[in-house]
DNA sequence: ACAAGTCATTTATCTGATATATTCAGTCGG
DNA sequence: CCGACTGAATATATCAGATAAATGACTTGT
C-alpha cells in the first residue's frame, strides 16, 4: 500500500501519518501486539516503527500502560518527517504562516551572520543561486530550484550549524509558498531584492543584510495575510 | 554502567553519546551484531537502539553495507537527546556562542508575536516568570529558574508552535550560561531589561518587546565574546 | 576484457518463549 | 473507615534462533 524502503519504514510512514492527521486523538493507540496484527507485520516490526515514533518525541511506551500519543507540544517538528506527515494532510495558511514567522527571525539573522562571517566558498554559493534565479528569469532554469538554492546557500554560509538545520523547513516552506504568491510573476520582481542580500553580504554589511533579507519575507507574510482573510 | 529506564534507552545513551564526542569519526560503525555482543545485550535492544539514532539522523543502516554515522550536519540539533549529548561531551565558548547566535534571532521575535497576538494567560505566565525573578532577587526564588520561566513562557505566548520548540534550546542556553556571566551579580541587573519586555508585550508593543529582548540577549553574546577572546 | 552468475555478509523479518514493570482490585490490619 | 500490603492481569522489554532479502565482491565462461 504505502511502501517505504522496507515494512519498518512503510509503518512507520502510515502512523505518522495517522498520528499527525489525528486519528488518535481521541482513540487510544493500540497496543503493539494489535497494531501487528492489523497491519500485517511482525512483532520486530512494530516495535521499531514505534521506537522511531518515540525517538521523534510522538510517542511514549510503558508497560501496562501500553503505547500513547504524546502532546503536539512534544513533538520534533523540526524533524524531516514530521514536517512531511504535518504538510500531506493539515496543510493550511496559518502553517504556512508559522513557517514563514520562523523564517523572517531566523533568515534575516543568517543573513547578518553570512555578512560577518561567512567563508569565501560559501557566499560564492549564495552568488551561484543567484545567478541561477537570473537565469531562471530568462527561461533557462527552474525558477523554484533556483530560489531554494539561494535561501539554503544564506543559512549555510552563517557557519552556525543550527541556523543550517532550517534548510528542510525553509525549502519547504519557498515549495509550498507558490500556491500563495500568485505563481512566478511576484517572484519575478523580488530578483533585485535577492541582489541586495547578496551585494550586502559580499561588502560584509551585516545590517544592510539583514534589511534586504526581512523585507523579503515580509512580502511573503503580507501576501499570506491577503490570502488568510480571503479564506476567512 | 550507565544505565537509563531499560537496556534499550542506556544503549541510545551510550551509543548518542559515543557517537557525538566522534569516536567512530575515523573508525567504521560496528555491526548489529558486534555491537550487541559488545555490550552484552540482544540484538532486538541493539536494532531498536540504532533506529532510534536514526530516526534522530545519527545513523544510517544498510544490507550488506552496515551501519554508519551521517555526517554531522544531518543530525537533528534540536532533538533533546543530541543536545544533551552535544553538551556533555563537547560543551565550549563556540557552542554557547551558537546557542545565543540562535535565542537573538528567535526570542525578540517571539517578544514581537507574543506582543501582537498572546494570549492573556500565557502573557499572565511571563508576568509571573518576571515575579519569580524579583522574588529570586530577595532571596525568595531560584535565581536560574525564575530566569529560564520567564523566557520559556515568552516562547509559548508567541502562539507559534515552531518557537514553542526551542524552549529545550533556551532552557539549556540559559543554564550553562551561568558558567560565563560572572554568576548572578549580572543577572540582578538585567532586571529592567526584563521588566521592560514585559510590559511592552503587556502594552501590544511589539517592536519594543523585540528591541528589549534584543538587547538583553546582546548582553549575554558580549560576555561570550569576551570569555572566547581569553581563552585564545 | 566483459558480462552473467555465484557467494558471502549484513540488515530485515518472523516466531515463540520468558522476564519485568505497572496498574488494579482485593484483602487484611489498625 | 482507611491505609498498606498482596497478588493477578496485562502491557512492554528482552532473549534466542531461524529464515529472507539486499547488495557488494568475486568468479567464471566466452
Redesign the interface.
Known amino acids: 500500500m504505502s511502501g517505504g524502503r522496507n515494512l519498518?519504514y512503510g509503518l512507520l510512514d502510515q502512523l505518522g501519518r495517522a498520528i499527525v492527521v489525528g486519528r488518535y486523538d481521541a482513540a487510544v493507540f493500540p497496543t503493539e501486539a494489535a497494531l501487528a496484527k492489523q497491519y500485517g507485520v511482525s512483532r520486530?516490526v512494530t516495535?521499531?516503527a514505534v521506537?522511531?515514533?518515540?525517538?521523534?518525541g510522538i510517542l511514549t511506551a510503558r508497560p501496562r500502560k501500553g503505547t500513547t500519543v504524546q502532546p503536539?507540544?512534544q513533538w520534533?517538528?523540526?524533524?524531516p518527517?514530521v514536517l512531511r506527515w504535518l504538510l500531506e494532510r493539515k496543510f493550511s495558511p496559518e502553517l504556512l504562516r508559522?513557517?514563514n514567522?520562523?523564517r523572517?527571525?531566523?533568515e534575516?539573522?543568517?543573513a547578518a551572520?553570512a555578512a560577518r562571517a561567512g567563508a569565501p566558498k560559501t557566499v560564492a554559493e549564495i552568488a551561484a543561486g543567484y545567478t541561477r534565479m537570473v537565469d531562471a528569469a530568462a527561461g533557462h532554469d527552474e525558477p523554484l530550484a533556483a530560489d531554494i538554492a539561494f535561501h539554503l546557500a544564506v543559512l549555510r554560509a552563517s557557519a552556525?550549524?543550527?541556523?543550517?538545520?532550517f534548510q528542510d523547513?525553509v525549502a519547504t516552506a519557498l515549495r509550498t509558498s507558490i500556491r500563495f504568491t500568485s505563481g512566478l510573476d511576484g517572484h519575478a520582481a523580488s530578483l533585485p531584492q535577492h541582489r541586495a542580500v547578496l551585494t550586502a553580504i559580499q561588502a560584509g554589511d551585516a545590517d544592510a543584510a539583514r534589511r534586504a533579507m526581512a523585507t523579503l519575507i515580509d512580502d511573503v507574510l503580507e501576501k499570506i495575510a491577503v490570502a488568510e482573510a480571503v479564506a476567512a
Open positions: 519498518t520486530s516495535r521499531e521506537k522511531m515514533l518515540t525517538a521523534k503536539a507540544g520534533n517538528l523540526f524533524d518527517d508559522h513557517f514567522e520562523l523572517i527571525a531566523i534575516p539573522a543568517a551572520l552556525n550549524p543550527f541556523y543550517a538545520q523547513l
